[in-house]
Each structure stands twice: as structure tokens, then as C-alpha cells.
Nanobody, 125 residues
Framework: QVQLVDSGGGLVQAGGSLRLSCAAS????????MGWFRQAPGKEREFVAA????????YYTDSVKGRFFIFRDNAKNTVYLQMNSLKPEDTAVYYC??????????????????WGQGTQVTVSS
């Protein structure tokens, strides 16, 4: 059974940093592209960042480029999202996800097969 466990969320002031973690089990982690998405109240789930199975290629939505960094440790079956210079508009529930092996669309939510339970990030102004 595939399980993704998100952690690391919390309350932080604007300009602060957080690091999210996603621990995976029940799948061959090193074969999967991984992504982070977020969903704010009343809004649709949106793409934040993704990383290829090798860790070489990364992708970001424009609003987080230069502030957020995605990386992975395949030996630990874990993907991370380092979030710096946080803004109130980053407030959301953040979800990690594992992408379909045949997908070539890292930002497309429909191409992700497995999801974590989400972790709340709240940025105060």
C-alpha cells in the first residue's frame, strides 16, 4: 500500500522559512517524479513544484521561483520543499504527490496517482 506522509507545516511570519517533508513508502520511490501542490480555502489545488525521479530536473510555478526549492533523497524515500521568504499568499494546505510513471506533465494535477494527507502552512503578515 502506497503511503505519502507530509510534515513540516506550521505558522510563520512573513519573510520566514519552513521546510516541508514527504516520506514515501509502498512504492519504488526512485522511479517516481514527485510534486508539491497547495490548496487555499475556496480555491482549487494548484501546482507549486516538481522534481524528476533523478532529481536533476525541477519545475516551479512562477510565484515561487527563487523562493522555494524542491529536492529529494532517494536513499531516504523523502522529498522536501524548502520555502523561503514566505508571503501571506503562500498560506494553504500543502500536499506532496507521486506522479504517474508515464506522465510528461509535471505541473498537471491529474497526472499524480498518490497523495499525502496535507500539511497546513500559515503565513502571518
Amino acid at each position: 500500500q502506497v503511503q505519502l506522509v507530509d510534515s513540516g507545516g506550521g505558522l510563520v511570519q512573513a519573510g520566514g522559512s519552513l521546510r516541508l517533508s514527504c516520506a514515501a513508502s509502498g512504492l519504488t520511490f526512485s522511479r517516481y517524479g514527485m510534486g508539491w501542490f497547495r490548496q487555499a480555502p475556496g480555491k482549487e489545488r494548484e501546482f507549486v513544484a516538481a522534481i524528476a525521479w533523478s532529481g536533476i530536473n525541477t519545475y516551479y510555478t512562477d510565484s515561487v521561483k527563487g523562493r522555494f526549492f524542491i529536492f529529494r533523497d532517494n536513499a531516504k524515500n523523502t522529498v522536501y520543499l524548502q520555502m523561503n521568504s514566505l508571503k501571506p499568499e503562500d498560506t494553504a494546505v500543502y500536499y506532496c504527490a507521486a506522479r504517474n510513471l508515464g506522465s510528461s506533465r509535471p505541473s498537471f494535477v491529474g497526472d499524480y496517482d498518490y497523495w499525502g494527507q496535507g500539511t497546513q502552512v500559515t503565513v502571518s503578515s
